[in-house]
T-cell receptor, first 111, second 115 residues
Framework: NAGVTQTPKFQVLKTGQSMTLQCAQD?????MSWYRQDPGMGLRLIHYSVGAGITDQGEVPNGYNVSRSTTEDFPLRLLSAAPSQTSVYFCATGRATGELFFGEGSRLTVL | AQKITQTQPGMFVQEKEAVTLDCTYDTSDPSYGLFWYKQPSSGEMIFLIY??????QNATEGRYSLNFQKARKSANLVISASQLGDSAMYFCAMREGPSTDKLIFGTGTRLQVFP
């Protein structure tokens, strides 16, 4: 039972490069979200989705794109990476009103 | 706008003692949920406990209990009989509204348990 799978776990990018963080879940949850975690800032919501074909912005959406074509997958795209996007990224899923289930995190460094 | 405040950047507790981690929140929605998550040094986020705004009793899960004081808008986590493995970051989070998993997190408290 994989739960929530994030790939890659580590990535180093140069400023201006693009990449996609993948998130896949096998829990059949409608809700999926992306958070970033920075020292002293807790977790901040980037984008979320309440179902296939539906996405919305969170607290810090600038510089990130998402799409949700299936229930299982919710990729996060960085179109032109900036050093300010150096962070640890978490994907999470859940059912409405219930707890969130987190992936193991993806550590991104932008040089 | 909803807001979660954790005012203790770090806490120390001796093994087998109880410790309280503070969390205050602000929301105008009468329906909300409060969560605590643990993040050990390995980095994963572990769900600990949940309290709904309409729940009459304080939530408990094993050694964890949530001291919910609605009028004071506080949702403190109490860990009884601390263990060395409890050393971690602890995050308080809030869901605003009855049917969403959109959580807002506090900045966290680092708990260190010493022998």
């Amino acid at each position: 039972n994989a739960g929530v799978t994030q790939t890659p776990k580590f990535q180093v990018l140069k400023t201006g490069q693009s990449m996609t963080l993948q998130c896949a879940q096998d829990m059949n949850h409608e809700y999926m979200s992306w958070y970033r975690q920075d020292p002293g800032m807790g977790l901040r919501l980037i984008h979320y989705s309440v179902g296939a074909g539906i996405t919305d912005q969170g607290e810090v959406p600038n510089g990130y794109n998402v799409s949700r074509s299936t229930t299982e997958d919710f990729p996060l795209r960085l179109l032109s990476a900036a050093p300010s996007q150096t962070s640890v990224y978490f994907c999470a899923t859940g059912r409405a009103t219930g707890e969130l289930f987190f992936g193991e995190g993806s550590r991104l460094t932008v040089l | 706008a909803q807001k979660i405040t954790q005012t203790q950047p770090g806490m120390f507790v001796q093994e087998k003692e109880a410790v309280t981690l503070d969390c205050t929140y602000d929301t105008s929605d009468p329906s909300y949920g409060l969560f605590w998550y643990k993040q050990p040094s390995s980095g994963e986020m572990i769900f600990l406990i949940y309290q709904g705004s309409y729940d009459q009793q304080n939530a408990t899960e094993g050694r964890y209990s949530l001291n919910f004081q609605k009028a004071r808008k506080s949702a403190n986590l109490v860990i009884s009989a601390s263990q060395l493995g409890d050393s971690a970051m602890y995050f308080c989070a809030m869901r605003e509204g009855p049917s969403t998993d959109k959580l807002i997190f506090g900045t966290g408290t680092r708990l260190q348990v010493f022998p």
